[in-house]
């Protein structure tokens, strides 16, 4: 698959598609013809009914630094507005994705690159991970989410604070304030990642993406219609494959020794 593109590594195995960043030799800066295929890349994943997980990572040592700056001077004045166009474009198509997001987060994380991982499902980081948005030293300011969805999850007080400053932070931060769910050794990461997917795969498939759909849309309800939200969509999975399942004690079984003690040793 990822002969179709030149700055990206793209592979699926089996039920598992895994999107890399791949200019490490500028952190994985994000300039218009990377932003251009990772746009095509996450349109293919949306398309492929087999998917089940897509874990997103960088090349070499860092997940992803933002913006390519030094492409900035080659920009007309028109082209900030249809990329940062396209660049929500992206980050929505991920974040509605029926496929489990991983980002699987190393070296740098700032700016573009930490706007990306807002629409994971999961953010899996090394301890050596610096996560920050410092556009505003360079006088932009955020594009892909950076001032909304950041603030939607760490509040308006913490995501000013990061934009206003463009102050850099450690994943021990990172992870307090919700951005992260499990930080690692950078030789850990393989294996972290791979442990989230076998529990995740181990799911109904069906019950997944009903799970994650009525938790992404009801997060833009008030609670009154979240709530709502949820009783139809109760029956129907009831009368679904799920049921079967709930009823199959060696299915149930293998589920909940997989899950019941996931993560909770830290």
Known sequence: MSEHYQHLILTRS?????ITLNRPHVHNALDRAMSDELNRAVREVRD?????????????DTFCSGDDVAEFGTWTPEDPYWQVRKYQETVQIIEDLTP??????DGACTGGGLEL??????????????WGMPEIDWDITPGWG????????????????WNLTGALFAADKAERHGLVNRICAPDDLDTEVAA?????????PTTVRRTKFIMNKGADLPISGALAFE????????EAAGIRDFTDRKARATRRELSQHFWQNS
């Open 146 to 161: 950076g001032t909304s969805r950041l603030a939607r999850a760490v509040g308006t007080r913490k995501a000013k604070e």
């Open 48 to 60: 492929d009914r087999d998917c089940r997980i897509l874990v997103l990572r960088g090349a070499g």
């Open 100 to 105: 489990i997001t991983i980002a699987a987060v």
């Open 14 to 18: 089996e039920t598992v598609t895994t």
């Open 196 to 204: 989230l997917t076998d529990v995740m795969l181990a799911k109904h």
């Open 117 to 130: 991982t807002l629409v994971c499902d999961f953010v899996i980081a090394t301890d050596r991970t610096r």
């Open 231 to 238: 009783v139809p969509i109760q029956p129907f999975a009831l």
